[in-house]
């Protein structure tokens, strides 16, 4: 059966282009994961669109003095255009002006006030008197109170970095008219999500195998307590709020973190009636056995994960996301991106001058999966030259040109194996099972590195088989090890196409293969004797250093003075983080399988005099006998839980490569209960 799958990557925000960082957050991984579940044949739709309502539009509209609507139809063309350049395979890439996404979200909205989901509340916020409108945070201007710069934002000093709310300015005006704001009684809608928390806390301890980095800070949300938010804005750009629950509505619009996510919904029905099945969007959204994944960046978490999810519990028409795979920050040579002093790489100029490929290969294989990293021309140009083009690259060369020269054009027959060609095949047959768990798992650096290791072992082969020697002296072997070069280079084209898909395509015209070959296909070998080859075509030709050094100087024109610090300070921690954590080992005195879980087991651990339980994701890797007995290291200060109606007190450490697990232990024996420091 196939799995059917829906995936969305974070709406961009159609206020300016996209670069490198928006990339390796919400969209490579994406890209790279559907285009695997495609190969795999599974039924996978992939949305995604510009979010084109909020504050930013507005101003820089005003700035710009054109209409909000002429900036989001602008950088909604020019974002589409560069993600198709880049290879970025939506199913359907929508926009949230559209009147599809504006019913959907009033609808969506209307359910739930007709729930009596929201809080009404009404307060005080500051309104300009002259231009007759309430003032949004970015409409207020004023004096920093920190730094004394005279120009803030009313919810960011641009200056000095400090977050301010518009009452914190000194002399505050309106960005508008410059009058001095007023304070002027108005009523909003809010989602109270302290209700929903308890709800929410019960779903997430469901979901222990999401990245650390997400449930970390969606821990630290529960810890702090949900509070309301209010989904509804005193705007003149955006979704109406609908009429209809006897409130004045007028001037109101839904604020953009409401209607956005609703937007992979809308999203998601323009494509079904665009494919003339008007009520195929159902099928996904509706369906309780579709896998929902949303891609994002970190500071999207609390939307994906809590605002979001509790949005759809209360609706309760639609499925409720699986997994969340949020990625951490990419810098830029040391310092943090900036959209607004410009320091960034910009992927529209980026392809002007490179592959996309190249960009696609360096960002997957440095993703901040887990911690922020570091995007640096210098590592582009290495990866490119050493990896790419030497290794993957230069095998894909030199076969086709041997296959040329000495074959008449045509894959030689290989009459026999021997050792060397076997482990080859082995690994070949091996590699599609290896690579897909990595990928299903949102391991991408894992999956690029592994790529590249499959084609460094095809080139080693290569050159241990010697066919420019055995051409005269041994005829045969020559033929084989060319044989088994090409199908090397099939399953490099298929393996290889969810991260480099326009090289694929490539490698696939230099083999005489029109039809990209299934995913579980790729680890045989598919080209048969006598199949005509296409032309020799060069892959990755080398970047030149005088190429970088014009981008880094571009970059040095915008940089900031002071770049960050080489580990990110967030990264680090104290050592009282450290101690905050308690470790103890436990010995496992009785383990048994969670009901109706085929992942969970329920142990009973003996720390010191205490006994309890605690529930782990560790199922598919020990069989629950061969625990009994084993002295494991747990963290015993973590707040309990219920995962799966199953109590749960404490955490097991256990070290994952992705493939195998294994549950730590001590090194002799020790009596349980010590202390780990
Ligand atoms: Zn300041």
């Known amino acids: 059966m196939p799995q059917k799958i829906l995936v969305t990557s974070a709406l961009p925000y159609a206020n300016g282009p996209i670069h490198l960082g928006h990339l390796a957050g919400a969209y490579l991984p994406a890209d790279i994961f559907v285009r695997y579940h495609r190969l795999k044949k599974n039924d996978v739709v992939y949305i995604c669109g510009s979010d084109e309502h909020g ?19 602008r950088y909604h063309a020019v974002i589409k255009k560069s993600f198709a350049d880049f290879g970025m395979s939506f199913d359907y890439y929508g926009r949230t002006s559209s009147p599809v996404h504006h019913q959907l979200s009033q609808d969506f909205f209307r359910e739930l006030a007709a729930k009596n989901t ?39 000093c641009e200056k000095c970095g400090t977050s301010l709310s518009p009452r914190d300015l000194l002399n505050p005006r309106s960005a508008i008219t410059s009058a001095v704001p007023v304070d002027k009684e108005t009523t909003h809608w809010y989602l109270p999500l302290d209700k929903f928390q308890p709800e929410l806390e019960k779903w997430i301890a469901g979901h222990p195998e999401w990245k650390t980095n997400v449930l970390g800070q969606i821990q630290s949300w529960f810890k702090d307590g949900l509070k309301d938010r209010a ?5 003149t750009w955006g979704v109406p709020v609908p009429d209809g629950s006897g ?30 099945e008007p009520g195929l969007w159902e099928n996904y959204w509706k369906d309780p056995e579709t896998r929902l994944i949303h891609f994002i960046g970190k500071d999207n978490i609390v939307f994906h994960c809590l605002i979001f999810p509790a949005m759809l ?15 951490e920050f990419l810098n830029l040579e040391g310092n943090k991106l900036s959209t607004s002093r410009n320091y960034a790489v910009w992927l529209d100029e980026y392809l002007q001058k490179f592959e996309p490929d190249a960009l696609r290969y360096v960002l997957a294989a440095n993703l901040p999966e887990t911690r922020d990293a570091d995007f640096s021309w210098k590592e ?10 030497d290794i993957l690259g230069n095998f894909i060369n030199r076969t086709m040109t041997f296959a040329h020269s000495y074959f008449e054009g045509k894959v030689p027959a290989a009459q026999a194996a021997d050792a060397a060609d076997r482990d080859l095949l082995q690994r070949l047959a091996e590699a599609p099972a290896r690579l897909e768990k990595l990928i299903d798992n949102f391991q991408f650096k894992h999956y690029v590195r592994e790529f590249m290791d499959l084609a460094r072992s095809a080139n080693k082969y290569f050159n241990d088989k010697e066919p420019w020697k055995t051409r005269k002296s041994d005829p045969p072997t020559c033929a084989a090890t060319i044989h088994y070069s090409l199908q090397l280079a099939r399953s490099l084209a298929v393996l290889g196409a969810p991260l480099l898909p326009f090289t694929s395509r490539k490698i696939l015209d230099m083999l005489g293969v029109d039809q990209m070959p299934e995913w579980d ?27 970088m050094e014009q981008e880094i100087k571009k970059l040095q024109t915008t940089a900031p003075a002071a770049p960050v610090a080489e580990a990110e300070p967030e990264n680090l921690i104290s050592l009282d983080d450290v101690r905050r954590l308690e470790l103890q080992v436990a010995e496992v005195i009785a383990a048994e399988a969670v009901e109706k879980s085929n992942k969970l087991l329920r142990l009973q651990l003996k720390i010191g005099v205490e ?15 061969e625990l009994i007995g084993k002295k494991v290291i747990v963290v015993v200060n973590l707040q309990p839980a219920t995962i799966r109606g199953v109590q749960s007190q404490g955490m097991l450490l256990a070290a994952s490569d992705g493939e195998k697990l294994a549950v730590l232990t001590v090194d002799r024996d020790i009596n349980s209960g010590s202390r780990i420091s």
């Open 55 to 73: 504050v930013p539009i507005l101003l820089r509209a005003r700035a710009e003095g054109v209409s909000p609507q002429e900036v989001v139809d």
């Open 118 to 156: 929201f809080r009404l509340k009404t307060d005080k916020q500051l309104y300009d008197p002259e231009a007759g409108i309430f003032l949004a945070d970015r409409f207020i201007r004023g004096t920093c109170p920190v730094c004394k710069y005279e120009d803030a934002y009313g919810d960011q």
């Open 231 to 235: 989904v509804t804005r005193d705007l």
């Open 247 to 276: 409130q004045d509505t007028a001037g109101k619009v839904l604020y953009v973190w409401f209607d956005a996510p609703i937007g992979y919904i809308s999203a998601t029905k323009e494509w079904a009636q665009e494919k003339g």
């Open 313 to 327: 519990m209360a609706h309760g028409d639609y499925v409720l996301p699986q997994n969340v795979p949020a990625n």
């Open 380 to 389: 582009f140009q290495a990866r490119h030259n050493n990896e790419l083009a």
């Open 521 to 547: 296909q790729s680890g045989q070998p598919g080209l048969s004797a006598g199949q005509v080859l296409g032309e020799t075509k060069i892959l990755f030709g080398k970047i030149e250093d005088d190429l």
């Open 611 to 625: 006994q309890r339980q605690i529930v782990a994701g560790i199922a598919q890797h020990y069989p629950p006998a």
